[in-house]
């Protein structure tokens, strides 16, 4: 099924998507580190699931190293969703804490898509069938639920354009939630990635208004899927520090393909409000996707509801105490340059 979906979605993308090149391109230079910490006395095994960057529509893995990891680490790959995880299982550990290390050279382009409903073809039951993952209405914490579907519909009206419906519920939850870090009465993050806390509280972090715009366009018909990662500020440039992690979306639009949104930063950048309806800005880095997610290997505990920078199961528990880092810098150098562009 996964197959069908991607050969769709690139066949889309090569017969009629219209995605605007763009000069917006930059490389960075990361440091990415994970220190799992209060690792019991006594444990039997420590199991780590890290974070790895891959290639996409607007990333490119340039280089990647693991400077440091536990013997007999490896790479694997989520089967529903394709992203990569660096995997590492300890017996018998001796030591309070572990740590694993990545460097990796990335670059990543701006993405712009001009959308226009005169050029978009409508979805039809094959697309539907075919991206039926990502239409699912009952992932936790993101349910479509009858007050859900009454307010999508409250939203979009009559509007039967998928395009227009999915400006309609974008401009919606930007202006009526607000995100966190607006600060004011702006709301904290649920940490759940909710549309009930979205919905209540008006707002709170970038899972919670995601969570809510895709629920609302499945309310619609319209396919969607959330993506993680980090944003690369300016300000946090050369410093050894934990940035966080940034959501956003993308929605299938026949003709365009997957068209990003980040509605947060909308939310936050009202003059750039056009812009993030169907792009991103090259500052941030794609790490994985999904949602009640079952990792490669199989964890032993629970679905994750999210998987946020790394997960730890210990004698087949979740533990919770690590410290991430993340350091970069932009290089701008011309040779690196000339050479991401091939």
């Known amino acids: 099924m996964r197959l069908l979906t991607c050969y769709l979605a690139c066949l889309v993308a090569v017969v009629g ?24 006395a006594g444990s039997h095994e420590v199991r780590i699931w890290f974070w790895l960057p891959d290639d996409d529509d607007s990333q490119k893995v340039l280089d990647l190293r693991v400077k440091d990891a536990p013997p007999g680490y490896r790479l694997t790959r989520d089967a529903n969703y394709g992203h990569r995880y660096l995997y590492a299982a300890i017996a018998n550990p001796t030591s309070d804490h572990a740590a694993i290390s990545t460097e990796f050279l990335l670059r990543r382009s701006a993405v712009s898509l001009p959308v226009d409903s005169s050029r978009a073809a409508p979805l039809t039951d094959p697309h539907r069938s075919l991206f039926a993952e990502y239409l699912r209405r009952d992932v936790p914490n993101m349910e479509v639920t009858d007050k859900v579907v009454e307010l999508a519909n409250q939203i979009c009206g009559k509007e039967t354009d ?77 410093k050894e520090m934990d940035p966080g992690y940034r959501c956003w979306v993308q929605y299938f639009v026949p003709n365009y393909g997957w068209v990003p949104m980040d509605i947060a930063a909308a939310n936050t950048n009202p003059t750039k409000r056009d812009f993030y309806f169907s792009g991103l800005d090259n500052r941030r880095i794609h790490f994985s996707e999904g949602r009640n997610l079952d990792l490669a290997p199989k964890q032993d505990g629970p679905r994750l509801n999210l998987m946020i920078i790394a997960y730890i199961e210990i004698d087949g528990k979740p533990h919770e105490s690590f410290q991430r880092i993340l350091k970069y810098t932009e290089v701008k150098d011309n040779l690196v340059d000339r050479a991401a562009a091939l």
Not at 19 to 30: G, K
Not at 213 to 234: C, E, M, N, S, V
Request: aromatic content about 6%.
């Open 17 to 40: 998507s219209t995605r605007a090149a763009s000069p917006d391109v930059a490389t960075f230079r990361i440091e990415h580190k994970l220190t799992v910490t209060k690792i019991p």
């Open 162 to 238: 998928e395009l227009k419906q999915a400006r309609l519920l974008f401009d919606w939850v930007t202006d009526h939630t607000d995100h966190y870090s607006k600060g004011g009465a702006a709301p904290k993050s649920s940490g759940k990635g909710s549309v009930e806390y979205c919905l209540s509280k008006k707002g709170g972090g970038c899972t919670d208004q995601h969570a809510l715009f895709i629920a609302l366009a499945r309310a619609r018909g319209i396919p969607t899927r959330l993506q993680f990662g980090t944003l690369l500020k300016p300000a946090n440039e050369g």
